[in-house]
């Protein structure tokens, strides 16, 4: 199973003081030396973490693959089309929320959807949905002419006990249900360090999409190193 990292946060750390540090460049260039599949940047509407220009720079730095997740809007299918990631991932954008709250509803929006798809479809860009592990969904995202399905796996890791063996056997079989039908298939959000282990037996999924946990242990496993090294030059 691949491992791409999320590193939007790098961004959110950044602009917290407006400065360049630390930029989230060098942030995937560390993450793909470290063995990462893929980088992965989301450019929300208000761009509230990556901005335009990190996007110009990923796509000239990133030498793995570059997955742009973004919001069904026309600005957004320019910047695609004009930036060629490798990737995108289709998200539904609410300016309010903190994270990215659902999946997609393809079932509201397939007509849309479709027409949105076929410019970048026919760029050579590959495409993913992000949506609810549903089979009538997942079904709509390869009518939809998608390549790949990410399975929203928001719900698992927020459940406990029953409800979360529960919700991790519908992810299970949304990923049989998605290769069966010749979609690559990913899984992401809220997964951590402690809920993964699962994930290793679902061989229909080949990825997992991270950024939060692995951001908040880097800081956490980094901050050691950092302040040792303020104390070595003050002493
Ligand atoms: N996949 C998608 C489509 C997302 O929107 C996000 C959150 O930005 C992730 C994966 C990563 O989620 P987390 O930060 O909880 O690991």
């Known amino acids: 199973m691949r491992l791409a990292i999320n590193i939007d946060h790098i961004a959110t750390l950044r602009n917290a003081r407006g400065e360049q540090e630390p930029d989230p460049i060098a942030a995937a260039l ?28 990923l796509r000239q730095a990133v030498t793995t693959k570059l997955d ?13 089309l004009n930036t060629k990631p490798e990737l995108i991932t289709l998200v539904p954008e609410k300016r309010e929320e903190l994270t990215t709250e659902g999946g997609f509803d393809i079932v509201r929006h397939f007509a849309v959807v479709t027409e949105f798809l076929k410019p970048i ?29 990410e399975l929203h796996t928001g719900r698992y890791a927020l459940l406990h006990d029953k409800a979360k063996a529960e919700e991790l056997t519908r992810i299970r079989e949304a990923a049989a249900y998605a290769r ?7 899984a992401g959000h809220g997964l951590h360090y402690n809920n993964i282990a699962p994930f290793r037996e679902i061989t229909d999924i080949e990825e ?13 496993t980094g901050l050691d190193e950092a302040v040792k090294e303020m104390i070595r030059i003050i002493s």
Do not use: W, Y
């Open 30 to 57: 560390l993450a793909e030396k470290s063995g990462a599949a893929g980088i992965v940047c989301h450019l929300r509407e208000d761009r509230r973490h990556i901005k335009d220009n990190d996007l110009a720079r």
């Open 68 to 80: 742009l997740e973004m919001a069904m809007t026309s600005e957004l299918q320019q910047i695609a």
């Open 121 to 149: 479809n026919a760029a050579g860009i590959e495409i993913s949905l992000f949506i609810e592990p549903d089979l009538h969904a997942i079904e709509l995202v390869a009518k939809a002419g998608a390549d790949i399905v």
């Open 180 to 186: 069966s039908i010749g979609l690559k298939v990913v």
């Open 208 to 220: 997992v999409s991270i950024g939060h946990a692995i951001i908040a242990r880097a800081v956490m």
